[in-house]
């Protein structure tokens, strides 16, 4: 029997891929009578720089600051994701439907994203990748390349368009 997907994750960090790879998404919704969900996660600062701040600002003040700003940050990234998904699909109202909306979540990359695909029992992952350097991806590795190696459902990365 063949795969049926019913929930479909896109993951975006707002790049010109992620457009893209929604876009596959899209199709591949069409194709299965799917929902989308896009998930867009924040990550944690650099501890070196939090540091720095926190020793600037000192811990209280930084810890007050976030919890201010975090969640209008969040809703502000959500609308934002929101608009541009809706506006990509206005003219299809058919797929507009299959819009579930954007989550948005704070903190390391590779494992939100899993989570999020546990919580919503994503069928599968569609991502788009940064095109990076050898040296970056030598030393840095790539989001897509571990979500690709620690999922346990299955992950369509989409190559930067050259």
């Known amino acids: 029997m063949l795969p049926q997907y019913k929930n479909i994750l896109v ?25 989308i969900h896009l998930l867009h996660v924040v990550p944690d ?55 579930s909306g954007t989550i948005v979540k704070h903190g390391h990359i590779v494992p939100e994203i899993l989570k999020a695909a546990d919580e919503l029992n994503a069928d599968v992952i569609v991502m788009g990748t940064h095109g990076m350097g050898a040296i970056e991806h030598t030393f840095l590795g790539s989001t897509a390349e571990k979500v690709l190696r620690k999922s346990k459902r299955p992950v369509f990365v989409l190559p930067f368009p050259h």
Request: no cysteine.
């Open 11 to 35: 993951t975006t960090d707002l790049s010109p891929n992620s457009e893209n790879a929604f876009r596959h998404a899209v199709m591949l919704a069409r194709h299965n009578d799917a929902k």
């Open 45 to 99: 600062i650099d501890s070196s720089v939090r540091g720095y701040v926190s020793a600037v600002m000192g811990q209280e003040k930084l810890a007050e600051f976030e919890s201010k700003h975090e969640t209008d940050a969040k809703l502000e990234i959500q609308r934002e994701i929101d608009r541009f998904a809706k506006d990509e699909l206005s003219s299809l109202p058919q797929d507009l439907e299959r819009f």
